[in-house]
């Protein structure tokens, strides 16, 4: 069965440093997401991103973030500086038509700002 | 979206079927329920969906009445293996709505020997 796979699966960063998360969705799959988890916290959606643009974000997503499609295969998550909070883990999603079709998710990324 | 209520927290035992029931009362006419399950240090996984009456798969089955402000995830027999934590979401992509998933705390099942 298609997966979603996600690198690296475990990344320590120090405050104020740039993080990339990489995502490769599966291969016919047209929208894809992030989402984080902070420890014992809920999911919550961060991004969505289709035809090459965001097509929703949430508040949690502000200008310290990004996302690029640099090829055909690959979605990152770009944090440019990271805060002691961003730590959490982080899942790349990826659906055929839509937000409510099934969203297939990654293992995550986890994240520990230091 | 509509707002989702289901219980923090339920315990059962391995053999027993499980159901466990979210309310959703505000759902509007294009949304769609959805279940997802989400073992720790894993990322969700979509269990089923449905818009009304009863859909079942070869994991669950999922109950819907004709009001649809509520929903019942039905999965029979559990096992050591099915406990996690489940969420119950509502929403649509349709009429421009993005209707991206927006989880809620879930209700986290214990399966016990």
């Known amino acids: 069965e298609p997966e979603v796979t996600q690198t690296p699966s475990h990344q320590v960063t120090q405050m104020g440093q740039e993080v990339i998360l990489r995502c490769v969705p599966i291969?016919?799959?047209?929208?894809f997401y992030w989402y984080r988890q902070i420890l014992g916290q809920k999911v919550e959606f961060l991004v969505s991103f289709y035809n090459n643009e965001i097509s929703e974000k949430s508040e949690i997503f502000d200008d310290q973030f990004s996302v690029e499609r640099p090829d055909g295969s690959n979605f990152t998550l770009k944090i440019r500086s990271t805060k002691l909070e961003d730590s959490a883990m982080y899942f790349c999603?990826?659906?055929?038509?839509?937000?409510?079709?099934?969203?297939?998710f990654g293992p995550g990324t986890r994240l520990t700002v230091t | 979206l509509a707002k989702t209520t289901q219980p923090i927290s339920m315990d059962s035992y391995e053999g027993q079927e499980v159901n466990i029931t979210c309310s959703h009362n505000?759902?509007?006419?294009?949304?769609?329920i959805t279940w997802y399950q989400q073992f720790p240090s894993q990322g969700p996984r979509f269990i089923i969906q449905?818009?009304?009456t009863k859909v079942t798969n070869e994991v669950a089955s999922l109950f819907i009445p004709a009001d649809r402000k509520s929903s019942t995830l039905s999965l029979p027999r559990v096992s050591l293996s099915d406990t996690a934590v489940y969420y119950c979401l509502v929403g649509d992509d349709y009429g421009g709505s993005q209707g991206n998933l927006i989880f809620g705390k879930g209700t986290k099942l214990s399966v016990k020997p």
């Open positions: 291969s016919n799959h047209l929208y």
């Open positions: 505000n759902i509007a006419t294009n949304d769609y």
């Open positions: 449905g818009y009304k």
């Open positions: 999603a990826s659906s055929e038509a839509g937000p409510s079709y099934e969203q297939y």
